[in-house]
């Protein structure tokens, strides 16, 4: 006896089969794209990483009170029909410092290089800065900001195509303590460095009054224009 | 021969398509046990909970730079509506506008480029390292530099504006810029002239970096040259506080 797909059997049968199939298929793609990826990392990993949103998520919280007080004073200002020049102006003076437009002053962290190393580990130190809080960095006399590239090899280095001795200084203005915890941590970045260049020498000093100068660079875009 | 050949033709044609559809569970079902393996192996009572609070401040930061665009939009507005009253007014919302675009703080639009990487789908060899076939913080930071040399004016990592105190970091294999949690694929967004491109196929570290990272161990590196690229304002803390603006020295 042959069997037929009119049989009734045969027909429950294959729905039965395509009914599992597709609630598989959509298991599947449910389980690549629920949890972006968390659900694989370790449970230190995990923890790293709740901290830094926690981080983030309490400086967006400060700048949400900042731009709210800064919005109310405007408000009244202009109610009150008096000037809000000076709250533009102080607005004005606080973006320019941050954009890396105009020179800026505060305590920070000295990182004294002498010896060669290369463009990728002074790039490096420049990432361990801006994700230890940083908030202005120089390289010598150059501001870094964001298109700013420190690039060469041993003994060819170089930032914004102005050529570094063996021996430089960076400077960030931030917290001291946070700075200076970060970098000279077990496993950080200047323990990194001594490791990969022994015949350089990194000091770290704190410093209660730096002053960073403002970038040369024109940072008008040319190509972009604002979105409207 | 002619045999085989016959009872081959004589299966009745839903036998077959029945056949491949059991063939398909069977490798669904493969891929799904797989996929549950790790998930399985590593859920411990500490990670559940953790992975549900880090969505969760996900979700909290997702909202928080919302209310920081719509803050700086209605500043804007404010700062705007006394514009035209005096010259002096008019020249400071005109320095104050330059200087938000000069930070980041306002989105972008232009020519450009948008490259998109993804993890290897090669194989990891037995004495190979697993992390070298996944896109790295590294990675995205090569293609910003290179990028940038290439004469970029606004970059933009999944919708994070890299600014002056964008830092790109790697936690165990998750990428953090702006300390925003980003998921894979991960793509670069470019401001720039039109010719980036050709400027990226002449720098030796752009050439180095696709032999290695891509054909070496199958990152996956594509790109796009749409008419218009979007980079997004800079939605974080203009943290200042330690610094201060020194006024500009008087000119002699």
Redesign the interface.
Known sequence: M????RDPR?QL??SL??L??GV??V??IR??AG????????????????A??????D??????SS??R??QA??VG?RNGTS??NQ??D??????????????????VEITVSGAIDGLAL?ELI??L????????AIEDVR??????V?GGVGALSVDNTALSDRFVVRA???PESLVGSLTRVGGMVAQLAATYPDAAVSVEAIDRL?LPATKRD?????????L | MTALAARVRAI?S??V??GF??L??GF??A??LR??G??VR???Q??SP??T???A??T??EQ??K??LD??G??KG??D??QGTTA??RE??A??????????????????IVFRLADSTHPVPPNGNPADYAVT?RDI?TVM?EL??AG????AVNGER????????D????I?V????L??PYQVSA???TDMLDQLGKSQ?WVAFIDTRRGHFGIDVSFAEPPTV??PAFA???????????P?SPAP
């Open positions: 042959r069997a037929s797909l045969s049968l294959v089969v395509a599992i199939l598989l298929v298991v599947q389980s690549q949890d972006s990826g968390l659900a694989e990392r370790s449970a230190q990993d995990l923890t790293l990483l709740v830094n949103l926690n981080t983030r998520n400086q967006l919280r400060t700048e949400v731009l709210d800064q919005l405007l408000e202009g809000s020049l533009i102006r607005d004005l003076a606080r973006i320019r410092a941050w954009a890396g437009l105009d020179p800026v002053a505060g305590r920070g790039e990432n361990e801006r994700n230890s809080g940083s908030e202005a960095i870094v900001v964001a298109a700013t590239v690039g203005i931030g917290n002053v940072l008008t875009p040319s190509h972009g224009r604002p979105r | 009745p839903w036998q398509t029945l559809a059991l398909a569970l669904l079902i891929a799904q996929a549950e790790p998930l590593y859920t411990t500490e990670r953790l992975v609070t880090a969505l401040l996900q909290q930061q928080l730079k209310q920081i803050l700086r209605q500043i404010v700062e509506q006394g002096q007014q400071l919302n320095s104050l506008e330059g200087a938000r675009i000069a930070a980041g703080l306002i989105p972008l639009t232009g020519t450009g913080a930071r530099t940038w040399l970029a004016e606004a970059i890299v600014t002056a105190t964008t830092g790109v970091l936690i165990g294999g998750t953090l702006n300390s925003a949690y998921a894979p401001i720039g002239p570290g979007e980079v974080g803390s203009l943290n200042l506080r330690e610094s201060r603006a020194v500009a």
